[in-house]
T-cell receptor
Framework: DTAVSQTPKYLVTQMGNDKSIKCEQNLGHDTMYWYKQDSKKFLKIMFS???????INETVPNRFSPKSPDKAHLNLHINSLELGDSAVYFC??????????????????FGPGTRLTVL | DQQVKQNSPSLSVQEGRISILNCDYTNSMFDYFLWYKKYPAEGPTFLIS?????DKNEDGRFTVFLNKSAKHLSLHIVPSQPGDSAVYFC?????????????FGKGTKLSVKP
């Protein structure tokens, strides 16, 4: 019973194409994220959505457009793919709690990753 | 500029012995720290966390120690088992800041030999 799922697991495409990666979580969490793990193995956050609203956008090129149709889904659409976009993309989710006006959150649950290869 | 550093890319330990994985951070605003474990071709899995108001948190064979003055934390696994062989990521964040903005280290690959 997969908590955070991503499709596809592997994606091989040509430069200049447009592609999408889908993510779904069945944990009832209200916050979802996209991370990129590059060739140097760094895991870096790209976007965060809370209840379908964009919270974090970490200086990602605007060729990347996340879309959250509901709080259980956060899809990543990439336009005009470039060689440097080749990486593993991880989706994650967590439950954010508010206490006294300050946000706090539990641990993030990650999907299995999508390996994107741009040729 | 790496705010979270794991200076040992790999560690090899004999089964039954203690594994100690280290992590250093530079941002004194971090007040929540997590360890994740990752097997090949899978996503990271949460292991254990610690708030900056504590200096130790224990969960079974896993203990995380936090030394705020040194901006250093470590994960101890006792006893180590072959199934613990994986890449371990240290992560840090700030309460009240960007929601869920975890900053990850580069990871340490642990190999536990039978």
């Amino acid at each position: 019973d997969t908590a955070v799922s991503q499709t596809p697991k592997y994606l091989v495409t040509q430069m200049g194409n447009d592609k999408s990666i889908k993510c779904e979580q069945n944990l009832g969490h209200d916050t979802m994220y996209w991370y990129k793990q590059d060739s140097k193995k760094f895991l870096k956050i790209m976007f965060s959505y809370n209840n379908k609203e964009l919270i974090i956008n970490e200086t990602v090129p605007n060729r990347f457009s996340p879309k959250s149709p509901d709080k259980a889904h956060l899809n990543l659409h990439i336009n005009s793919l470039e060689l440097g976009d080749s990486a593993v993309y991880f989706c994650a989710s967590s439950q954010v709690m508010l206490a006294g006006g300050t946000s706090s959150y539990n641990e993030q649950f990650f999907g299995p990753g999508t390996r994107l290869t741009v040729l | 500029d790496q705010q979270v550093k794991q200076n040992s890319p790999s560690l090899s330990v004999q089964e039954g012995r203690i594994s100690i994985l280290n992590c250093d951070y530079t941002n004194s605003m971090f007040d929540y720290f997590l360890w994740y474990k990752k097997y090949p071709a899978e996503g990271p899995t949460f292991l254990i966390s610690i708030s900056s108001i504590k200096d130790k948190n224990e969960d079974g064979r896993f203990t995380v120690f936090l030394n705020k003055s040194a901006k250093h934390l470590s994960l101890h696994i006792v006893p180590s088992q072959p199934g613990d062989s994986a890449v371990y990521f240290c992560a840090a964040s700030k309460y009240g800041g960007s929601q869920g903005n975890l900053i990850f280290g580069k990871g340490t690959k642990l190999s536990v030999k039978p």
